[in-house]
């Protein structure tokens, strides 16, 4: 019998007043019911998230509209594509696509502003903790930065979001990502469980529609990533090859994801865009000239990102090189795409202290002189 007729044959089943009807039945695992009082403590939680005026008018509202659109910056447009030839469409219409969605998808710090009670270190110490459960199940380095961006971006569109709140915030995030980005995602019970009890199944699902309500299913914006891994990948593809293939040395490019997540953590980084981010870190690990070539910035385009990154560089020096690890059950060639976690809140409290050496500390008043 042929796949078409075993559905038939089980839709006439299942049709309404059919004798022996067959209930197909779900193998996902039944969340355990709540309690009366553990039910108002979740909705007590969740009151004043869930409810549609929260949502307020952002600059991501306008993004639904078409998100591949032509970028609004004549300037990404006149500058010819610094892609190669390829094989599979024309380089000019994948950089303008790409271009474009840097332009509509918006991040800013401001987002601070709107959360009186979150403090800038929160977000890095829940950045920190994804990037930690994202080795824990060997999800793909792509998959954090989806997180990442989903949270920043959602938190731009919220009021006044309570510190207890961050933790289902941004594990909702990674599990929205990982059904983006993975083969085979985690599971619900999986995602619920690394909150150690804190948050239920439930109420996961709950935040996953209402964050993917705020951002109006915006769902693939190219990451910082994203753009490191391309402007590598030009960067090392010998002329006959193609993007398709990974050409560039994984132990390099394990060094130049670690300097770009630590710099990620930083609240500051969402002051650039995110193919600025990633041309700087690869200047640092490539010729200058190379890197503007690749990236189709200039100079001037990544200088302040470039002066603003330092003390992470120096940070990343201090610690030494990051190890390029083995998981079980992943390839050999795709281990460095695998989100590592190293010492990052070790580390990104060196480099606050590297940034702060950089200013003269004023003297004391006793030790300031008066010259007549």
Not at 226 to 252: G, I, T
Not at 331 to 345: A, S
Request: aromatic fraction near 8%; charged fraction near 25%; glycine fraction near 4%.
């Amino acid at each position: 019998m042929s796949r078409r007729s075993v559905r038939l044959q089980r839709r006439c089943e299942n049709a309404p007043g059919q004798r022996g009807r067959v209930i197909k039945q779900s193998n996902r695992r039944k969340v355990q019911p709540l309690s009366k009082l553990q039910c108002e403590k979740n909705q007590q939680v969740l009151k004043g998230v869930a409810k549609p005026s929260v949502l307020i008018e952002t600059a991501e509202k306008r993004v639904g509209a078409d998100c591949d659109a032509a970028p609004t910056s004549t300037d990404s447009l006149v500058r010819p594509s610094p892609l190669p030839h390829l094989g599979w469409g024309s380089p000019e219409d994948v950089w303008v696509k790409m271009v474009s969605r840097e332009h509509n998808y918006r991040h800013s710090k401001s987002f601070m502003q709107k959360h009186p009670s979150i403090q800038p270190r929160m977000r890095s110490i829940l950045l920190d903790w994804l990037i930690e459960v994202s080795e824990a199940y060997t999800l793909h380095r792509q998959t954090f930065y989806l997180a990442q961006d989903y949270f920043d971006r959602f938190m731009l569109t919220q009021d006044h979001i309570e510190k207890g709140m961050l933790q289902l915030i941004g594990i909702t995030c990674l599990f929205i990502a990982s059904k983006m980005e993975e083969a085979c995602p985690p599971k619900l019970s999986q995602m619920a469980y690394v909150t150690a009890g804190t948050y239920y199944e439930d109420e996961i699902l709950q935040m996953e529609l209402i964050i993917l309500k705020a951002l109006r299913w915006n769902l693939c914006p190219e990451t910082a990533v994203s753009w490191l891994k391309l402007y590598f990948q030009v960067a090392s593809m010998s002329r006959d090859s193609d993007l398709l293939e990974p050409q560039f040395p994984q132990d390099a490019y394990v060094q130049m994801t670690r300097l770009l997540d630590l710099c990620i953590l930083n609240i500051n980084s969402l002051d650039f865009e995110y193919r600025v981010l990633a041309a700087a870190v690869l200047s640092h690990f490539i010729q200058r000239e190379t890197s503007e070539k690749v990236s189709g910035l200039s100079g001037d385009d990544v200088q302040l990102c470039v002066d603003w990154m330092a003390p992470f560089v120096e940070s990343v020096n201090w610690f030494g090189r990051a190890p390029l690890k083995d998981f079980a059950g992943i390839k050999e060639e795709d281990r460095h795409d695998v989100q590592t976690h190293t010492q990052y809140m070790t580390m990104l409290d060196v480099s606050q202290k590297e940034e702060n050496s950089q200013f003269l500390t004023p003297p004391n008043s006793t030790e300031k002189t008066c010259t007549l």
